[in-house]
């Protein structure tokens, strides 16, 4: 029967299958430094910019001056309106917090005025400002906050949105990095990674567990971050995150040889 099925070859497969993954990893959008104007009046819209470099593009613009003045716009405004811009091109004015930061989808008190159309009616200028400044809405105020936050990085918005600190990043990594090191252990000495009883009255959990206590025993600062002392959702001790680590290993392992031939 041999004669009428080809063998499969396992090796082929495997390098198909981690050659394909390479591929498909999706190709990192760069900023282009010509699309970022100083003229606010001749900006695209910051949504216009790919969500992947969209932070890159405000930390951009974070950078640069969009301040000038013509004969109705009066450069003292600059000091008492600190979002304030002005477009040569355009000969308008323009919020620049709102124009980083406005959601795309305004309400009925908000407009475009002073992120994409410009405004021009220097005669009530003053009064204008202070109106948009302290819109109900509460739009600018909400761009503002965000702004300000943003030039911190510690509360941009990925760190906002979590509540991690940089010392439970640290743990994590550590924890991951000792993980990671019994993971390949294992591998290496081709050893069963789970026992038959890994309850917390066992004497015999398995391998991983008994590694992981001698790793504890011999670094008393591996003991601060793992078991015990480890978060209870992140002990990095389950059956998943183990097969994740399992083949992380083997795919570096796959593509190192790869690279070698």
Excluded at 95 to 119: E, I, M, R
Excluded at 248 to 257: I, K
Aim: glycine letters at 6%.
């Amino acid at each position: 029967m041999e004669k009428y099925y080809a063998k499969k070859d396992a090796s082929k497969s495997t390098v198909e299958t981690i050659e394909s993954r390479v591929e498909q990893k999706r190709p990192r959008i760069e900023l282009d430094m010509r699309d970022i104007v100083a003229d606010p009046g001749e900006r695209k819209p910051i949504d216009d910019f790919h969500h992947d470099i969209r932070d890159e593009a405000r930390r951009a613009y974070l950078q640069i001056d969009g301040k000038g003045q013509s004969r109705g716009f009066v450069g003292s405004w600059f000091d008492q309106f600190d979002w304030l811009e002005y477009s040569v091109a355009k000969d308008a004015a323009y919020c620049f917090y709102c124009y980083l930061f406005k959601p795309q989808q305004a309400g009925f008190h908000s407009n475009d005025t002073f992120t994409k159309v410009g405004f021009r009616n220097w005669k009530n200028a003053k009064d204008s400002f202070k109106e948009h400044a302290q819109s109900i809405d509460g739009f600018h105020n909400n761009a503002r906050k965000r702004a300000l936050d943003f030039k911190n990085q510690r509360q941009s918005v990925e760190h906002v949105w979590t509540v991690t600190s940089a010392a439970e990043e640290e743990a994590y990594k550590a924890r991951l990095t000792i993980m990671l090191g019994i993971a390949r252990f294992l591998l290496l000495q081709a050893l069963a990674f789970r026992g038959h009883d890994e309850s917390k009255t066992s004497r015999n959990k398995g391998t991983l567990w008994r590694c992981l206590n001698g790793t504890k025993k011999k670094d008393p600062k591996a003991a601060l971050v793992t078991g015990e002392n480890a978060p209870g959702n992140n002990q990095m001790s389950c059956p998943m995150v183990q097969k994740d680590l399992a083949r992380a290993c083997a795919e570096e392992t796959s593509l190192s040889m790869i690279k070698e031939v």
